[in-house]
């Protein structure tokens, strides 16, 4: 009888093989994507001001901690937001836009009507809630917003302007940056 109790102790207090934990969210080591497995190649808390507003966590096929090397090739990409504090649909929409606008201004034209897709995809977000990006080369970026899937915007420029709101030159914090890439 000890025994069990002590393996029952250890079983529901263990943190689960093959995961990483940051501000209390733990993300799997690996992610699905177009049928090829990705592993997770960090994860950042994107604070605004003093609020923690969520964790994520960017999947690619090997880790890579370079934003170039990322934005350069053409293979699956991945990335989990989980949301520490509520979030109004229109700031979420005002972070793109400005995101596209600092990490990817000579684009900005062209995938204003992509972004809006996006935008519309969008919903008020609460603490617990959830929304995945998932790119497949040929397919394009599928999103889904607590675990439901909204659509898929076609094309590799959007994904990299997309990724690039993250990981691009102008990210929404130095240290969020460099947790995703491995930092």
Same mark, same amino acid.
């Given at each position: 009888?000890r025994k069990f109790l002590v393996f029952a102790f250890?079983?529901?207090?263990?943190?689960?093989?093959?995961?990483?934990?940051?501000?209390?969210?733990?993300?799997?080591?690996?992610? *699905?994507?177009?049928?090829?497995?990705?592993?997770?190649?960090?994860?950042?808390?994107?604070?605004?001001?003093?609020?923690?507003?969520?964790?994520?966590?960017?999947?690619?096929?090997?880790?890579?901690?370079?934003?170039?090397?990322?934005?350069?090739?053409?293979?699956?990409?991945?990335?989990?937001?989980?949301?520490?504090?509520?979030v109004e649909k229109a700031k979420m929409c005002k972070?793109?836009?400005?995101?596209?606008?600092?990490?990817?201004?000579?684009?900005?034209?062209?995938?204003?009507? *992509?972004?809006?897709?996006? &935008?519309?995809?969008?919903?008020?977000?609460?603490?617990?809630?959830?929304?995945?990006?998932?790119?497949?080369?040929? *397919?394009?970026?599928?999103?889904?917003?607590?675990? #439901?899937? #909204?659509?898929?915007?076609?094309? #590799?420029?959007?994904?990299?302007?997309?990724?690039? &709101?993250?990981?691009?030159?102008?990210?929404?914090?130095?240290?969020? #940056? *460099?947790?995703?890439?491995?930092?």
């Amino acid at each position: 009888m000890r025994k069990f109790l002590v393996f029952a102790f250890l079983f529901l207090f263990a943190s689960p093989a093959g995961a990483a934990t940051l501000e209390g969210v733990t993300m799997p080591d690996t992610m *699905q994507v177009g049928g090829k497995s990705l592993v997770l190649n960090g994860m950042g808390v994107r604070k605004k001001f003093v609020v923690k507003v969520y964790v994520a966590g960017l999947y690619l096929p090997s880790k890579m901690n370079s934003s170039e090397k990322v934005l350069a090739g053409d293979t699956e990409r991945g990335l989990d937001m989980h949301f520490l504090h509520d979030v109004e649909k229109a700031k979420m929409c005002k972070a793109w836009y400005d995101g596209l606008k600092n990490n990817s201004p000579a684009k900005e034209a062209a995938l204003k009507a *992509q972004f809006d897709t996006l &935008c519309s995809y969008m919903s008020d977000m609460a603490e617990g809630d959830k929304m995945t990006f998932t790119y497949v080369p040929g *397919q394009g970026t599928t999103v889904s917003v607590r675990g #439901k899937e #909204k659509g898929t915007i076609a094309g #590799k420029d959007f994904a990299d302007a997309m990724f690039s &709101c993250w990981i691009g030159p102008n990210p929404p914090g130095a240290d969020f #940056k *460099q947790g995703l890439l491995g930092g």
